[in-house]
């Protein structure tokens, strides 16, 4: 017979009158003291963060809550006009699209310079590294996580902002350091214009406070979700889901409707 292993976890718990939270009470001390990102470092990471830990977590979080009409605020609208019983429907769809292209790239980014400095030492040849990394992309023929934009150019206005908290708050490290370095590298022998991105700095600036690259779309998650809900206000108030639907269904067939 298998043997059963227990069932732990530290998240929470709740009596008749309390509710605890990674051994914090919500009540007496969260709810009206702490604030909502460092609430989501303490799920995440187990202990309310240090003032720098705050500053950073908290401006990451900031940076991926808003972008305009992207397409996952499209699918949330979308959604929501066809569903608007569900607005948690609708904040589901526009995260679902957060993935490798739209702004789940802060993961593949994370994962590239934990993955390249975890074996490293103290003290790396980062401009190596960087090196090795932009050759076995381009050998792939892959694209690079956390670099370029489409709209964005030459700079990513977010990121010379992150990279700066991050030097002052003491947390500019090799991972920040590399990912600039894999961007000069990669710019160099693609010859194309590759700045680091808003997700490329946060999975840097996630490697530095030491958050596994497992969670790292998470951040984008959390930030995003409020994101998504602030569209949805929008479009309770000022309704455009409808005028794209019909837009786009009367042009996509306009070449084969009859006269």
């Not at 989501?40 to 972008?67: C, K, R, Y």
């Not at 569903?83 to 993961?107: H, M, R």
């Not at 190596?128 to 996580?145: M, N, Y």
Request: contains cysteine; charged residues 25%; glycine residues 10%.
């Amino acid at each position: 017979m298998r043997q059963q292993k227990p069932i732990r976890s530290e998240m929470g718990w709740s009596t008749r009158d309390k509710i605890g939270v990674r051994g914090l009470d919500l009540v007496s001390d969260l709810i009206g003291k702490v604030s909502l990102g460092d609430v989501a470092w303490l799920e995440i990471m187990g202990t309310l963060p240090t003032p720098d830990q705050s500053v950073l977590f908290n401006a990451m979080m900031v940076t991926m809550v808003e972008h305009g009409m992207t397409p996952n605020a499209i699918a949330a609208r979308m959604t929501y006009l066809g569903a608007p019983e569900s607005l948690n429907s609708a904040v589901a769809a526009g995260l679902c699209g957060l993935g490798t292209v739209f702004a789940g790239t802060a993961e593949g980014a994370a994962r590239l310079l934990q993955e390249a400095l975890r074996d490293a030492g103290p003290d790396p040849d980062l401009r190596r590294i960087a090196t090795r990394i932009v050759a076995d992309f381009r050998a792939r023929k892959a694209q690079i996580p956390g670099l370029g934009h489409p709209v964005h150019k030459p700079i990513d206005p977010r990121t010379p902002r992150l990279f700066g908290l991050a030097r002052e708050q003491g947390h500019f490290g090799s991972h920040c350091g590399l990912m600039e370095l894999v961007a000069d590298e990669a710019e160099r022998a693609s010859g194309k214009v590759l700045p680091v991105n808003a997700t490329g700095a946060i999975g840097a600036i996630a490697s530095e406070l030491g958050i596994d690259w497992r969670l790292c779309r998470g951040i984008a998650v959390m930030g995003r979700a409020i994101g998504l809900v602030g569209h949805i206000a929008e479009e309770i108030r000022n309704p455009v889901a409808r005028e794209i639907w019909d837009r786009v269904d009367e042009e996509a067939s306009e070449d084969v409707r009859p006269k």
